[in-house]
């Protein structure tokens, strides 16, 4: 049974077009959290939710939105989609207890823009 | 302040022998260090993790050295076998922000 489930897996789409990605977790954390992971491997956290409630907003386009219609879920939807969007992304869930908490992640959702 | 520096890049080790991945961190705030095992096609997968008030951490054939003062901690580990082929990212946080912060990546192959 997956803990933190995303998406679609891969998704191809051409430039200018909107894409959603989904993310459900059945671990009953309250923290959930977007990550972009670039070609160099690179991780880079983009949002994070607490309670439905968005605590982290990176510096990110706003053409990247994300919603938490409840604690078990935080989709992503990417508007005008660009060349640069390209990359994997990773959605991941923790408990928010007193000092850090293990995060689990979903197995990624590759975009490839063409 | 908020960068966690890791290396090496890349690591060519051989079956049995012992693997070495050091990071390096400024802001004193961290309360928690974890470190993440990612084979291709999945997502990051927790290893292990040490808080600074442990010098060392041992599970398996993985140890996390945590050194304060230098603001240093590595992750050794032991007897490494094929199947440890794989990416492996050290993190920070600090309590309170929700914010994990990744080091870059240190990329391990093992020989078989």
């Known amino acids: 049974d997956t803990a933190v489930s995303q998406t679609p897996k891969y998704l191809v789409t051409q430039m200018g077009n909107d894409k959603s990605i989904k993310c459900e977790q059945n671990l009953g954390h309250d923290t959930m959290y977007w990550y972009k992971q670039d070609s160099k491997k690179f991780l880079k956290i983009m949002f994070s939710?607490?309670?439905?409630?968005?605590?982290i907003n990176e510096t990110v386009p706003n053409r990247f939105s994300p919603k938490s219609p409840d604690k078990a879920h935080l989709n992503l939807h990417i508007n005008s989609l660009e060349l640069g969007d390209s990359a994997v992304y990773f959605c991941a869930s923790s408990t928010s207890g007193t000092g850090g908490q293990p995060q689990h992640f979903g197995d990624g959702t590759r975009l490839s823009i063409l | 302040q908020q960068q966690v520096k890791q290396s090496p890049q890349s690591l060519i080790v051989q079956k049995g022998g012992i693997s070495i991945i050091n990071c390096a961190y400024e802001?004193?705030?961290?309360?928690?260090f974890p470190w993440y095992q990612q084979f291709p096609g999945k997502g990051p997968a927790l290893l292990i993790a040490?808080?600074?008030?442990?010098s060392e951490k041992k599970e398996g054939r993985f140890t996390i050295s945590f050194n304060k003062s230098a603001k240093q901690f590595s992750l050794h580990i032991m007897d490494s076998q094929p199947g440890d082929s794989a990416t492996y990212f050290c993190?920070?946080?600090?309590?309170?922000?929700?914010?994990?912060?990744f080091g870059t990546g240190t990329r391990l192959k093992v020989l078989a």
């Open positions: 040490i808080r600074p008030d442990v």
């Open positions: 802001n004193t705030a961290f309360d928690y």
């Open positions: 993190a920070a946080y600090t309590s309170g922000t929700y914010k994990y912060i």
């Open positions: 939710y607490n309670n439905k409630e968005l605590i």
